[in-house]
């Protein structure tokens, strides 16, 4: 789906507009200036399209402190955006900001729709006129409280959006969500605080209020991700004193959000029933996967080895996923992370034309058929890749295919095409 980031200095009233665009009041708007939340992400829907919404915090370019941060992750939003819609105050004209705000719009190249808000009536309409001196068209004069001219608003957001994708599963847009998760202490917030730097949590220092981000845009080498979840990962005390029912909850809703999970486990320690009750709902969700041995630092050559066999026995049902043997303390390897993210990704998203596919079965087949059952020979007569995020595909078959002849057409595939990271499913449609 295509994003939309909705920036402004703050008080302009842009997670009122949100709440309009969204059509409920999930955005908290708190009154008290420059303690916005960081940015959060919504689901819209307008005349029947689909489109995300990012609501960034109230954001002034070469801002300082706190301020500097929420302009950090409003620019990180922009940056993954396909269009942004700026919120001005009519009533107030032009301020500075704006202007600093138009400039960093200019250079991002990304189309613009601006929203002169706080029109409540027809008498400030003229106001929003002088909105034209921004030099970005024509501005859409908005009350985000009365709901009065949004409409028109959402049809030029629509129309600055790219064309919706043709193909039923064309890559989805936006910036790919990340989910850290693992059990408690195995160094998922010092992870996330390498990845992330140390000081992404917004910390208010004048009213002492921490705002936690709820989903946090991060830079991954070179890359864009959301990361899901990170005030969760980052209130460690609650986690730790919570309900592990709860804990697992808020794993489990992690998991279903991302598109590719990070399992953290502790490299030190034997791998554990928990560890791999996580692994299990990252599979069954279908997501991509990379497992993060931390805490490789504290290992030693026996530990390793203990650790390979762990591995060997309890882990060979994911053996698709991605590896790294790293230390959040230290920052080994924690760049290979980056890299795994990305490949496991690619691998979810991989699509192998009906063509490719078939010619694959066709050798498969030929050099191993299916045993014969009962007198007859079964035979896999067509595949075709139905859906990616995961790669699915449905087999259709003449007779019943043994779920061992299955499972080895699934080794051969992900021999053939490169699907390390990502789990894949194998449909077999059957034809008497
Ligand atoms: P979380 O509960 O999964 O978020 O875990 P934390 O990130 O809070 O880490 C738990 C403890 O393990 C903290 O004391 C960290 O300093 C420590 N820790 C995290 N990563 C490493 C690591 O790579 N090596 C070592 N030696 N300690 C680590």
């Known amino acids: 789906r295509p994003v939309v980031a909705v920036v402004g200095r ?20 708190q009154d008290i200036p420059g303690v916005t939340r960081d940015r959060v992400s919504y ?96 501005p859409f004069p908005v009350s985000a409280l009365h709901g009065r001219g949004t409409g028109d608003m959402l049809d030029a957001i629509l129309q600055a959006l790219p064309e919706a994708p043709t193909e039923i599963f064309d890559a989805p847009r936006g910036p790919r969500r990340v989910a850290i998760v693992g059990k408690p202490n195995v160094g998922k917030s010092s992870l996330l605080n390498k990845l992330a730097g140390q000081q992404r949590s917004v910390v208010d220092d004048a009213s002492g209020t921490t705002v936690d981000p709820v989903d946090e845009l991060v830079e991954i080498g070179g890359t864009v991700y959301q990361l899901i979840d990170t005030a969760g990962i980052r209130r460690r005390v609650k986690e730790a004193s919570g309900h592990e029912y709860y804990a697992s909850l808020r794993t489990q809703g992690a998991i279903e959000r991302a598109e590719i999970c990070i399992v953290v486990i502790d490299a030190s320690e034997p791998i554990s029933e928990q560890d791999l009750r996580i692994l299990t709902m990252v599979e069954e969700a279908g997501r991509a996967l990379v497992v993060a041995f931390n805490k490789w630092d504290l290992t030693d050559e026996e530990r390793r080895f203990y650790l390979t066999r762990e591995i060997e026995r309890d882990m060979v049902q994911f053996g698709w996923a991605g590896h790294v043997n790293m230390s959040a303390l230290t920052g080994r390897h924690v760049e290979r992370v980056g890299v795994a993210i990305e490949s496991a990704l690619a691998a979810w998203e991989t699509r192998v034309s009906t063509g490719k596919l078939n010619a694959f079965l066709g050798r498969v087949v030929a050099a191993h058929p299916h045993p014969v059952r009962s007198g007859k020979q079964p035979r896999i007569l067509f595949g075709t890749q139905a859906q990616a995020g995961p790669p699915t595909f449905v087999l259709f078959t003449s007779g019943a295919i043994d779920p061992q002849y299955t499972r080895f057409v699934e080794r051969r595939l992900r021999e053939d095409f490169d699907f390390q990271g990502s789990p894949i499913h194998l449909e077999v449609r059957a034809r008497e």
């Open 10 to 29: 703050p008080n302009v009233g842009k997670s009122t507009l949100v709440n309009r665009i969204i059509g409920r009041r999930a955005a908290v708007v």
């Open 43 to 138: 689901d819209a829907r307008w005349n029947g399209r689909e489109f995300v919404v990012v609501d960034t915090g109230g954001w002034a370019p070469d801002a300082q402190g706190m301020a500097a941060q929420i302009a950090e992750q409003a620019e990180l939003a922009i940056a993954a955006a396909d269009a942004v819609l700026l919120v001005v105050d009519a009533t107030v004209g032009i301020q500075d900001v704006d202007e600093a705000v138009v400039r960093v719009l200019r250079r991002s190249k990304k189309p613009v729709v601006l929203a002169a808000n706080k029109v409540d009536d027809q008498r400030t309409e003229a106001e929003a006129a002088s909105m034209w001196n921004l030099g970005l068209g024509e």
